[in-house]
């Protein structure tokens, strides 16, 4: 709609450019300004053992309550974090935040925490968070660190590296949305990984021929490779049902729990039941 004359270029904005245009800066003053200690939160999601043995894990995932802009994703946060250099800040508070909380969890039960690729791929960002690991007391073995395939596919010999130095400590490494990237495959034994993280995209085919054709195949795939297998999205009994026939040890999503406030969680661990409420239940 509107045209801008500049050096005699033209450009031509639609009303719809305008307001993403308008949207992003929003975005960005509203992160720069953020009191992010005080804004970002973290919610947990249970990770299950498929064939019904109980809850295994849970996976941090950020939360930001912006004064200016309301809840805002943790994609778009994170995002916007990385455009502007944020993010490694933004890790080392959330991730400060999850070694708070994890000590309120039963000894059997361990947590996942996503990093972005410019933390992998930042040696000072990791090496801060081994120091943070190391002053809380908690068992490195206890965590488990989500990286994505594109952050791999970005910069493999510092990751390789970065990676190495957790898993010397103990702590885990899963590759997330696995399946969705370009699954660049002979990058998964190069990478030093524990366990695969199949998208909550080949979940939803789950229970069609060919997609259970995918999952098996990258249940055999992750069984060669000693990977464990997660299956995110699981979201309906017919999915569930179907992780446990084709052998994938644990299964993650809102049919077994939605991210929640750790109060919440706790709840649910004590009752010792599948827990679907809304993330929005009073801690
Ligand atoms: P992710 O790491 O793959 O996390 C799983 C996402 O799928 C979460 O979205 C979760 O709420 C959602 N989900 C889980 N089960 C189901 C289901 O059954 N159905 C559907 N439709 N969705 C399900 P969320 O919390 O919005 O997070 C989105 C992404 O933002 C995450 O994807 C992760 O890539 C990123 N993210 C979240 N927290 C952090 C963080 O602390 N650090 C970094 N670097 N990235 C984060
Ligand atoms: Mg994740
Ligand atoms: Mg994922
Ligand atoms: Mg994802």
Not at 54 to 73: C, D, K, N
Not at 254 to 280: F, K
Request: charged share 25%.
């Amino acid at each position: 709609h509107a045209k801008s004359h500049e050096r005699g270029q033209c450009v031509i904005f639609s009303r719809e450019h305008e307001a993403l245009i308008r949207d992003e800066h929003r975005l960005e003053t509203a992160l720069r300004h953020a009191d992010l200690d005080g804004e970002l939160s973290l919610v947990f999601q249970p990770i299950y053992e498929a064939r019904g043995i109980g809850m295994t894990g849970v996976e941090a995932l950020a939360r930001w309550q912006s004064p200016i802009l309301g809840q805002v994703a943790p994609d778009r946060l994170i995002a916007m974090a990385e455009r502007l250099g944020m993010i490694n800040q933004i890790t080392r508070i959330l991730f400060a935040k999850a070694l708070a909380e994890l000590p309120r969890l039963p000894d059997g039960i361990g947590m996942n925490f996503n990093l972005s690729v410019h933390d992998i791929a930042s040696p000072e960002t990791v090496h801060d968070l081994i120091g943070m690991i190391g002053e809380s007391g908690i068992d490195p073995r206890r965590l488990t660190f989500e990286i994505t395939e594109t952050a791999l596919m970005s910069d493999c010999a510092a990751a390789r590296a970065t990676l190495g130095r957790l898993r010397k400590l103990g702590a885990r490494v899963a590759l997330d949305d696995f399946g969705t990237g370009y699954s660049n495959l002979g990058m998964l034994h190069q990478i030093p990984l524990d366990v695969l993280k199949v998208d909550r995209s080949l979940a939803a085919e789950m229970t069609t021929p060919s997609g259970r054709a995918m999952i098996a195949a990258i249940r055999s795939l992750a069984q060669s490779l000693s990977l464990e297998c997660v299956i995110e999205g699981v979201e309906n009994d017919a999915q569930l049902a179907e992780v446990s026939l084709l052998g994938c040890r644990y299964a993650q999503g809102y049919l077994l729990g939605r991210p929640m406030p750790m109060g919440t969680l706790l709840r649910a661990v004590r009752e010792d039941r599948r827990h679907a409420q809304p993330e929005s239940a009073a801690a």
